[in-house]
């Protein structure tokens, strides 16, 4: 069975800010051109965090199969939203593109 995981990022340090791994759970909803992914389980102090930084967001998803290579999504949040709702632990950050490749292809 294939396995995900999404990852936040700041671009400028690459610290990861919100990882699924982490008990986060998310959901994509793909909205005309545009994505909204809401990743929920994140802490306040997180939240705030990402919210701050939403210029300079790295947001991947990586699909784990077990019997192929990763494949990776790098989406692009760009002058787009991201929110932070405290009362429900909900981060929600709106992408307006996905690049899709496979490490795989790029080392060995």
Request: net charge negative.
């Amino acid at each position: 069975m294939a396995q995900e995981r999404v990852l936040v990022k700041h671009s400028v340090t690459g610290r990861m800010l919100v990882s699924s791994t982490e008990g986060v759970s998310y959901s994509f909803d793909q909205q005309g051109s545009l994505t909204l992914i809401t990743l929920c389980g994140v802490s306040a102090g997180t939240g705030q965090a990402v919210e701050r930084l939403k210029a300079e967001l790295n947001v991947f998803r990586f699909e784990e199969p077990e019997d192929g290579p990763v494949i990776k999504h790098w989406y692009y949040v760009g002058d787009n939203p991201v929110s932070y709702d405290s009362s429900t632990g909900c981060l929600k950050i709106t992408v307006q593109s996905e690049i899709e490749y496979r490490p795989d292809q790029y080392w060995e």
